[in-house]
């Protein structure tokens, strides 16, 4: 979806799920770059959602970048997608690029990236279910 931001497939993806799951299925959106208007519906339909980010924030629209700032907190979370979306000057993503992300998404977010990886780490354990 180069140089879109996803609102078919979101809203597609929604209209398909909500006739087949619980409302109250936790949900990982992957690599969410979609618009607030997007967030909303997702929200609306199924509140257990969370939202991946990837360092395609770094190219995000003012809509985007919109989205990104209304995931609460506790929704957040983030991801490199390895080995796709590249950093500048890599031929690949890697899982330990996740520091990348998350100084984009701090820096959009306007907190510092220390708690951004504490947030989301929390967040992963949350939907995931891992106990410490």
Known sequence: MKDECGT???L??????KKRIS???RIH???????PYVLERWLEQFPETWFGFTSMAKNFDRYQRD???????YRL???TDAPYFTLEGQ???SPNQIYRTTELVAELRHVSADHILSVTAENAKTLYR???
């Open 8 to 10: 078919e497939a979101y």
């Open 12 to 17: 597609l993806l929604l209209h398909h799920l």
């Open 23 to 25: 409302c109250m299925q």
């Open 29 to 35: 959106l992957h690599c969410f770059t979609g618009y």
């Open 67 to 73: 989205s990104l700032n209304l995931v609460k907190e």
């Open 77 to 79: 979370l983030l991801e």
């Open 91 to 93: 031929p690949w993503s």
């Open 130 to 132: 891992i106990k410490d």
